[in-house]
Every structure is written in structure tokens, then in C-alpha cells.
């Protein structure tokens, strides 16, 4: 057998060839180095001084400098509150409105895996009929908003019926989730805008509540979506099996379904957990000095410091190493959540 | 308890897969719902437990009107094909999941557990998850946990289906002896012929949504009520040859014989069962026909002859020796013969 | 036919439903409830509002503002009025690249629209859809044709396209050979597959940072190297082309992970039997790949690439971070765009802008749905 032979042809089907594997594992180093290197450079620079960093680049603590706690005493003893009640901001509201967007949204999606809905178009129609005359009237003619809002339920429910009566079209299931789903398509800022003015209004911008019940509805769509996927592979004689042993909906969602979907609900709840804690646009928009969120205090930096890198480093380190902690812990999970989503589409 | 279907039909859309279906079964019955699969069986199970809406008609568990009344509130249990036990429960909180759910005490709750578990022998499993267990095993934990709290009926969707032959035989027996001992109604619905006459004190046989005999397994088996019956019960099954009736003589392209019916100048089908029939040497017997194939079950063979335009098969003995294309007589007992209506299908006499 | 008559029995009065009955059957409409009305409240009714605010002027007046309507003003403004090298860029004469750029557009529009008429298969609403996708592709490669011209710059959608197209390019080629990597009989798979995923997770705003810092030419870990290619006193961050290539790399390095797990996972799941078939049969990787496994895999590469670009298409934090959106609007997506509008508290152009990106993301995710997704997926069923 020829050298060549032997370098380029694998010993069995299982097998890779020696030049082969040779280029596979050149492969996966290489892209490791590039995915961990960016990490190790804001390690090593939250461990420099600023001389480390003006004079040019410098590689290895140790060896080339010695590493210097100076940027965290900074971030977590002089700043103090500053940095503290950004990262407490960020923890409160990713916790929370992920919570209530695993609950709201997995209830969405199990009602619509289980039981048939037929909305009729008519009511949608004349729905948002309603409410595009409601906020010309608001915003056009100065009319109080809760008393636009009144009138429209009201004008809604008188003719509901009625409308239903000329149009009998209506839609189903799969429109109802495509219309939760296409939510995600649609860009933040569309709606940063108006929500701005509604918090605005109610008096509730730059508060935790104004970003949680923003990011809860942001997230709704991917947790309807994920969870819906889940839902539809658990059988459905369990629940009818513990309906006739006499538990009610909320009994059978909270006692067979939910546990029976954790996987599912692991994976789906670490992913919006990421999405909240690193959302940013948002954010901007609707926190200022009380609510504001790690993100915005990071790139906030940009403005007030220049390229302070060291302290930069320090924040940065500090809003990814619980993620990646989470991430290195429940990977699996979320794996398999982000697989069902893109198969079933 | 005594259960009521009273025209009971059900439509998904604009099929109708339930047509005013009407049946009483008496208090501590066991009653079979059979029939091949789509013809309706299990919706009307389902329809009893709740799970599925009525399109029209009642139905009724003792004395209440429970047409409209949510499954939880219905009292009944029921065994599903799947045994549908909760993956992440162990055996013991399987079975105690009916009390759980209604608030039971706690020391009631392992009391009933425990007895019923001994009951169905699975007292050693109650720490197990249903995954740790054979199929035999789950399928007593989903007896148990219908037993537990003594409903007023037991519901049955083919809960022998998923085992093996040799478990199914052993498992029909101890359902028997158990539904005797309890004495609670039980609907239960299958497939499988032998099931339906081991078990049921009357079987309902179900075609096309349409109720087509129910009676004791015997009157089902001797008197088939219609064709379709008849070609359903019995295997192999029996066997039918189209002719008319004149005087009450049957008169066919194989052969002509004497019937009890006095009827005539109409188009029927006379309807053997293969163990009512004899073979004789050609010649001999009411038919004449020819040996197409001969099969050797065990303990008889079964014989099949062409006979004019029909194939009859006949239970022979098992050293029966004749070779393909031999010809033959087949002679039965002229009462054995059934005699059912052509165009209606319905049983004559 | 043996039917019994229970006519005769009467029923008990039927019971009273309890309140929690009453819950119980309407449990249903209850648990989706509060998503409807969440969204409702915090994206559809947002979306009408916004759309009266693209209409109008706003203004700060003594104790709140002030709305005037001012019809399509705020879109003129921008399309043809003093805004324009804003979102349009600026028009240069158009050079050999413009021409192969509407050229290659034009042919591929041939070929779609010769492609449905002989499918036998030409409805009302089909045309229609498709006319709308024509439309926006032409008049994107005109944009891109005279953006790219001789004294030509970018505005804010040939930029977020760039993003997108550009952006979604990188990181499904990078991905999927990954994944191939990834897929071969290796040790440490589940190692590698942990790590590769990572940057996935890290906070964007953290990335554009962490980029800034990788790519200074004078103190960035590669310093050395600038200094030896003679570029140590250039800054990438005043050219155009080089600024948005590092926000391109940015934005790859993070999204990468997302492309390589979905499409490991799915050639994990490709079917094994197929592949040892065709190893019997003498096939070389590279026939493997093109007969079993790219056709196994490929419904659910077209589904990633669309979530990708739905994505891809509200890219703010990486340009606003690293290069502040420029040199000048160099690297400026259109989410970027409409926030410094809002911040110069012009409301009406911001949502004018948000508009704009909202139909252009959604005729571009729909049609792609429409006529890559779906036929990929028909295919394979």
C-alpha cells in the first residue's frame, strides 16, 4: 500500500483517515481559538493596569505583566451602587418576565394544542377598526385615553354580533399561532416607539414594571412556538386519563402537563432568560437612571469613559460569566429546544 | 349502575360516525362494544366518559342525565389502550391519583392504595416509575387506579391490545374474575371477537356507526341477526352461498336442499358455519364441489372447496387425506343452515 | 335490527354547574387569554399607534406635546426630500459591479417568474405576492446599483441589507462546515459542541466591545501584526467598507453557534442507513454530502436562514457599540437609524423609519418563506 494510499483512506467506515482526521481536528482547534480568544482578551484586560493596555498589547499575566484587581475594586467598591443596581435591574427583570412569559405563553400554547378556537375574522376587523379610531382620537383630537378605551369595548361588544352576522369567515388554530409567531418578525423599534408614550402616560417609564411587561410580550411568540412543539408530543389520553379521575384543566396543566413538558420548559425558559438579560434596544428606550439594565450601563460606557477597557472588561465579564455558566450547565437543553423549533417551523 | 344510551348520535363535521345508538346495560353488566375499527365503537365509549361531545340523544348513568356533565363529574374510570399512566409518578401515586385529586385524607388514601395494590399484586412496585415496568405490570397499575376509588362504572378502550398473545389470555381471565367480584358495570370496547365473547355477559356488535345485534355471545354466535354479523363472528367465518328460495327448498348453482323457512320466490343467502358441515364422497351431501386447498390446523383441517360460483370451507378431521382438485360432497344438518334476506341482509325465519 | 328504547326512563333534573365547573370549561379560553391580550396591548395596538405617528409631526409643548397631522410628509422627506442620503445613500453613476448586480437580479426574476408560469399553478393571490417580491428585489438592486456607483455611499437600508445578506452568508457557510466538522467520528464532540456554542450566549453589547478592543490597530492583541503591514497608524474605524466588515464579524462570531447546533443536530438526525449505503457503494464524502445528507438537512437550513434574517434584520447593538454608526451613517442599520431620529426627538421620521423596516423585513421573511422554505420542505415530504 502506498503512503498516499494510506494517508488519504479511512481503515473502516466509522473511521476517519489519517490526513483526514488531521484536517477535522486542525478545524475544531483553530474555530475554538477563535471563539475563546475574544473571551481571554477581556479576562486578561480586566486583570490590566492602564499602562498594560496604552503601551500596546500586551498577552500573559505572569509573564508579561502582572495581573492587577484594580478595575473590579473600582467597578464593585468606588462605584459600588452604581454598578449594583444595574445587575440588580437585569436580574429582577430577566427573572421575572421570563417567568411570566414561560407561564402566559405556555398556557397559550397548551390552549391551542388542545382545544379548537374559530374567531371570526369580522370581529378582528372591526377589533382594530376600533382601535385605529381610538388612538386617532387620542392622538389626534386629544381625547382622554380611558375614556377612548371605554367607548371602544363598548362600540366592540355592541357590534361584535352583528358583524359576525355579515361575515361568517373565521379563522382557526394554525392562524391564531401564526399570528402569535409572526409578532417576532415584527422590528422592536415599531413598537418601542408608541410604548414609550404609553408608559409615558400611565407614568410608569424608567421602572422594572414597564421592562418586564415589555419583554414578557416581546418573548411570548418564541415561547408559544417552542412550547406548542412540546405539547403536541405529549399524549393527549394522559390528561384525558386524569380528567376522568376527576382533575380539573388547572390540575391537569399544573400537575401532568407542565412536568411532563420540563425538558421543554428548561430549554425555552434558559433561551428568553439569555434574550432578556442581553436585550438592549428596549431597554434604551423605555430605562433611564432607575430601571437601567446592565446593557445599557455597558454601552453607556462608550459615552462617559472612552476606552477605559479595563473597567469595560470588568462589566462585560460580569454580565456573561453567569450566562455562560447557565449555558455550560443545562447546553443539552437548549440544543434540543432550538432543534424542535427550526424542524417543525 | 345502569347505563343508558337513548339515540345517541355523534357527527364530526358531516360524518356521522354515530347513528342514534340506543343501549341499556344493566347494573354490574359486562358489556363488549365490538366492531372493526372506524365503526364507531370507541367514540361511543368516549362519548360515555365525556371526552367527546354528543351531537344529539342522552345519556344516562343511573338515574342522572349526564349528557352535558363534565367528564371529572361523571364518576366513571377508565382503562385506556395506552394505559395513559403519568410517566413522571410513581406506581403508588398512579393509583392514588384519583383520591389526590378529590382531597381524600392522607391515611385513606394509602389504605385504598395498598389494598388495591395487593388486590391486582403489585404491593413490591409501588415505589417503581411505570418506564421500570413490564407491559403486564402497567396494565395492572391502569386496573388499579380505576378500581381505587369504586367508580360507578368501568370504561375499557381496548386495554388488552398492546400485550403479547400468551399475557392476553392470562390478563382476560383475571379482568373476568375481577369485574365479577366487584360487580361494577363495564363498557368495554375491542376488536378482537374472542375477547368479545370470553368476556361479556352481552355483546353490542357496531358497523358503520350503526348498532347491528346486542345480545348474550351465545344468541350472537347461533343467531347472527344480520349478514354482517355473521360474517363478523366465527372463524373462520362462515360460509354464504346466494340462491333462491322456492317452497322452502334453497336452490343454488352448487346444490339444492330443504330449509325450515317456508317462504319463497325470493333471493336470499344461506349462511353454513364450517363446523356445521361434513364432506362426503361425491355424490353424497346437499353441495358438490371440488378441493381447492386443504389446511392442517392441529387438532382438525380446514377444507376448501369450490362449490358452482362460492367457496365453502368445512372443519374436517385432522387426518383427513383428499388431494387438490378431488371431487366431493359437503352434507350438513338442514336446521344448521341460516337463512338471511338478500337485498336487506336481515336474518329470515 | 335489536334496538332498545330507553324513552321510557326519566332522568334526575340536571344538577347546578359549581363556579368551578364553570372555570373548568372555559379553562381553555382562559389560559390564552392573557397572551391575546399582552399582545394586543404591547404589539398590535403599538403598531396602529405607530403608524399614526409616521403620519404625523411631533413637537414638545408647555406640559406634554403636541401631534399635528402631516399626511405622508415624514416618508417623502426621506425618500426624495433632504433626508434622503439618510436611508437611500447617496447616488453615484453606476459602474460594471451596479450592472452585474441588476443583471444578475433581472435573471433571476426571469427565471422565478418563467419557473411559475409553466407549474400550471398561477392563482390571483400568487401573482400578486409575487409581483410585490419582484418589486422590492428590482428596486433593492437599483438601490444597491447606484449606493455602489462611482461617488455613491450606503444609506441605512443598502446597510442593514448588507447586514442581513452579508451576515447570513458568513455564518451559514462557517456553520455548516462546522456542524460537517463536528459530525465526523471525533473524540471531545460533546466538548467542542459545548464551546462552539457559547458565544451564542454572550450579551451583544459585550461583543461589539470586545470586537472594538480585538481590532485597534495600535494597542488590540494584533497590533504587532498592523505595525508590521504598515497600517499601525490606520484606524479601521474611518473607512466605510472596513468598519462594517467588523461589525460583520461581530455579529458572525455570535451567531454562528445558532446556524452550527441547529444544523449538527439535524445531521445527526439524518438517516444513517442511506450514508452507510452509499459508503458500501464506494460514494466520496463529497457525494454523501451533496445526494443524502444535504437533502435530509436541507428544510431545516432554510428554516434556520430565515430565523437567522428575521433576526439579522433589527441589528442595533453591535453598530451603535463599535462604531457609533459610523464613519458618518457608514455602518448605520435602519433599528439605529430610527432610535437617533427618537433621540433628536423627531417621533414622526423615527416611526416613519421603523415602518420602513418593518415592510422591508417582512416582505423579505414572507417571500422568503414563500418561495424558499416551503418548496424545500414539499420537497422533502
Not at chain 1, 486583570?47 to 473600582?74: E, M, N, Q, T
Not at chain 1, 450566562?323 to 450547565?329: N, P, W
Not at chain 2, 342514534?20 to 359486562?30: D, I, N, Q, T, Y
Not at chain 3, 497600517?231 to 462570531?253: E, H, K, M, N, P
Request: charged content about 15%.
Amino acid at each position: 500500500m502506498s503512503v498516499l494510499k494510506r494517508l488519504t483512506e479511512p481503515k473502516s467506515l466509522d473511521s476517519m483517515s489519517p490526513l483526514g482526521a488531521v484536517l477535522v481536528y486542525g478545524g475544531l482547534i483553530l474555530w475554538s481559538m477563535v471563539v475563546l480568544f475574544p473571551l481571554y482578551w477581556i479576562a486578561i484586560t480586566s486583570l490590566k493596569l492602564p499602562i498594560h493596555v496604552s503601551a500596546g498589547p500586551v498577552y500573559l499575566p505572569f509573564v508579561d505583566f502582572l495581573p492587577d484587581l484594580h478595575a473590579w475594586r473600582y467597578i464593585f467598591v468606588d462605584l459600588g451602587n452604581d454598578t449594583l443596581r444595574p445587575y440588580l435591574n437585569s436580574i429582577v427583570v430577566a427573572l421575572v418576565s421570563t417567568a411570566l412569559a414561560m407561564l402566559i405563553g405556555s398556557m397559550a400554547a397548551y390552549s391551542l394544542s388542545r382545544l379548537e378556537f374559530a374567531p371570526r375574522l369580522a370581529s378582528i376587523l372591526l377589533f382594530l377598526l376600533l382601535g385605529a379610531v381610538m388612538i386617532v382620537a387620542v392622538a389626534g383630537f386629544g381625547v382622554p385615553w380611558w375614556i377612548a378605551a371605554v367607548v371602544a369595548l363598548a362600540l366592540f361588544l355592541l357590534l361584535a354580533r352583528a358583524a359576525g352576522r355579515t361575515m361568517r369567515a373565521s379563522l382557526g388554530n394554525g392562524d391564531i399561532l401564526f399570528w402569535i409567531i409572526s409578532q417576532r418578525i415584527l422590528p422592536p423599534v415599531v413598537a418601542a416607539l408608541p410604548i414609550y408614550v404609553m408608559f409615558q402616560t400611565v407614568g410608569l417609564l424608567d421602572t422594572r414594571t414597564a421592562l418586564i411587561a415589555t419583554y414578557t410580550t416581546v418573548n411570548l411568540p418564541i415561547v408559544v412556538w417552542l412550547m406548542y412543539d412540546f405539547f403536541v408530543t405529549i399524549p393527549k389520553d394522559l390528561e384525558e386519563s386524569a380528567s376522568l379521575d376527576g382533575a380539573s384543566r388547572f390540575a391537569i396543566f399544573f400537575g401532568i402537563v407542565l412536568p411532563l413538558a420540563r425538558p421543554g420548559l428548561v430549554a425555552t425558559g434558559l433561551l428568553v432568560l439569555i434574550l432578556a438579560w442581553n436585550e438592549y434596544l428596549l431597554a434604551l428606550f423605555l430605562s433611564s437612571a432607575n430601571a437601567q439594565t446592565m446593557p445599557v450601563l455597558v454601552a453607556a460606557q462608550n459615552a462617559t469613559r472612552g476606552p477605559q477597557w479595563w473597567y469595560m472588561s470588568v462589566l462585560i465579564l460580569l454580565m456573561i460569566l453567569p450566562v455562560i455558566f447557565l449555558t455550560l450547565l443545562l447546553q443539552r437543553f437548549i440544543a434540543k429546544g432550538m432543534l424542535l423549533g427550526a424542524v417543525k417551523g | 349502575m345502569t347505563i343508558i344510551l337513548d339515540q345517541t348520535s355523534k357527527s364530526f363535521g358531516s360524518v356521522e360516525v354515530l347513528r342514534a345508538l340506543s343501549l341499556e346495560v344493566k347494573p354490574g353488566e359486562f358489556l363488549v362494544l365490538l366492531g372493526a375499527s372506524g365503526s364507531g365503537k370507541t367514540t361511543a365509549l368516549r362519548m360515555i366518559a365525556g371526552l367527546e361531545s354528543v351531537t344529539s340523544g342522552r345519556i344516562l348513568i343511573g338515574s342522572r342525565d349526564v349528557t352535558h356533565v363534565l367528564p371529572k363529574n361523571r364518576d366513571v374510570a377508565m382503562v385506556f389502550q395506552s394505559y395513559a399512566l403519568y410517566p413522571h409518578k410513581t406506581v403508588f401515586e398512579n393509583i392514588a391519583y384519583p383520591l389526590t385529586v378529590r382531597k381524600r385524607p392522607k391515611a385513606e388514601i394509602e389504605k385504598s392504595v395498598r389494598d388495591v395494590a395487593q388486590q391486582v399484586q403489585l404491593d413490591h412496585l409501588l415505589e417503581r416509575y411505570p418506564r421500570q415496568l413490564s407491559g403486564g405490570q402497567r396494565q395492572r397499575v391502569a386496573l388499579a387506579r380505576a378500581i381505587v376509588r369504586r367508580p360507578s362504572a368501568f370504561l375499557m378502550d381496548e386495554p388488552l391490545s398492546n400485550l403479547d398473545a400468551k399475557l392476553r389470555g392470562h390478563m382476560r381471565a383475571e379482568l373476568k374474575h375481577m369485574q365479577h367480584e366487584l360487580g361494577i358495570t363495564t363498557i368495554y370496547v375491542t376488536h378482537d371477537q374472542i375477547e368479545a365473547m370470553t368476556l361479556a355477559h352481552r355483546v353490542a356488535i357496531l358497523e358503520r356507526g350503526v348498532l347491528q345485534q346486542l345480545d348474550t355471545p351465545a344468541n350472537i354466535y347461533n343467531r347472527p341477526a344480520n349478514l354482517f354479523v355473521a360474517g363478523f363472528i366465527g372463524s373462520p367465518p362462515m360460509n354464504v352461498l346466494e340462491g333462491s328460495l322456492a317452497d322452502g327448498r334453497f336452490d343454488c348453482s352448487a346444490g339444492s336442499f330443504g330449509t325450515a323457512s317456508r317462504a319463497s320466490g325470493r333471493a336470499v343467502v344461506a349462511g353454513l358455519r364450517p363446523e356445521d358441515g361434513r364432506l362426503a364422497p361425491p355424490g353424497q351431501g346437499q353441495l358438490a364441489g371440488e378441493i381447492y386447498a386443504s389446511e392442517l390446523i392441529g387438532d382438525h383441517t380446514l377444507v376448501t372447496c369450490r362449490c358452482g360460483g362460492a367457496t365453502v370451507t368445512v372443519k374436517a378431521d385432522k387426518d383427513f387425506a383428499g388431494s387438490i382438485g378431488q371431487p366431493i360432497g359437503i352434507g350438513f344438518e338442514e336446521r344448521a343452515v341460516h337463512l338471511f334476506d338478500k337485498a336487506s341482509g336481515e336474518r329470515l325465519q | 335490527m335489536a334496538v332498545t328504547s330507553a324513552a321510557h326512563v326519566t332522568a334526575a333534573p340536571p344538577e347546578r354547574e359549581s363556579l368551578n365547573d364553570w372555570l373548568d370549561r372555559q379553562a381553555g379560553r382562559l389560559f390564552i387569554l392573557p397572551a391575546v391580550i399582552l399582545i394586543l396591548g404591547f404589539s398590535i395596538f403599538p403598531l396602529i399607534a405607530s403608524a399614526y405617528l409616521a403620519l404625523s409631526r411631533f413637537k414638545l409643548a408647555p406640559g406634554g406635546y403636541t401631534l399635528t397631522f402631516i399626511g405622508w410628509f415624514n416618508f417623502k422627506k426621506m425618500l426624495t426630500g433632504s433626508q434622503q442620503f439618510h436611508l437611500l445613500g447617496t447616488f453615484g453613476a453606476i459602474t460594471l459591479l451596479g450592472w452585474v448586480i441588476m443583471l444578475a437580479t433581472v435573471a433571476l426574476v426571469v427565471w422565478g417568474v418563467v419557473r411559475y408560469a409553466r407549474s400550471g399553478r398561477v392563482t390571483v393571490v400568487g401573482s400578486i405576492g409575487r409581483l410585490i417580491t419582484i418589486a422590492t428585489a428590482l428596486a433593492l438592486s437599483v438601490l444597491f446599483a447606484v449606493n455602489l456607483g462611482e461617488g455613491g455611499q450606503l444609506g441605512t437600508i443598502a446597510t442593514t441589507m448588507f447586514y442581513v445578506a452579508g451576515g447570513v452568508a458568513v455564518q451559514f457557510a462557517l456553520g455548516l462546515g462546522l456542524a460537517l466538522l463536528c459530525a465526523k467520528p471525533i473524540r471531545g464532540r460533546s466538548f467542542f459542541r459545548v464551546l462552539f456554542f457559547v458565544p451564542l450566549m454572550v450579551t451583544p453589547v459585550g461583543i461589539a466591545y470586545t470586537f472594538r478592543m480585538l481590532a485597534d490597530t495600535a494597542v488590540g492583541p494584533f497590533a504587532p501584526l498592523w505595525h508590521w503591514l504598515g497600517y499601525a497608524q490606520t484606524s479601521w474605524s474611518a473607512d466605510a467598507w472596513t468598519a462594517r466588515f467588523v461589525v460583520l464579524i461581530g455579529d458572525s462570531w455570535q451567531w454562528i453557534p445558532f446556524i452550527f447546533i441547529v444544523l449538527l443536530a439535524a445531521i445527526e438526525s439524518q438517516p444513517r442507513d442511506e450514508v452507510e449505503a452509499a459508503q458500501l457503494d464506494g460514494a466520496s464524502g463529497w457525494q454523501i454530502f451533496r445526494d443524502i445528507t444535504w437533502p435530509s438537512i436541507a428544510p431545516v437550513a432554510a428554516t434556520v436562514v430565515l430565523i437567522r434574517a428575521i433576526e439579522a434584520f433589527k441589528i442595533i447593538d453591535l453598530p451603535n457599540v463599535l462604531t457609533n454608526g459610523g464613519p458618518g451613517i457608514a455602518t448605520e442599520s435602519l433599528t439605529l437609524h430610527a432610535f437617533i431620529e427618537w433621540r433628536a426627538l423627531n417621533l414622526g421620521g423615527s416611526a416613519a423609519v421603523a415602518y420602513i423596516l418593518l415592510f422591508l423585513s417582512t416582505i423579505a421573511c414572507v417571500s422568503f418563506f414563500n418561495f424558499v422554505v416551503k418548496p424545500m420542505r414539499e420537497a422533502r415530504a
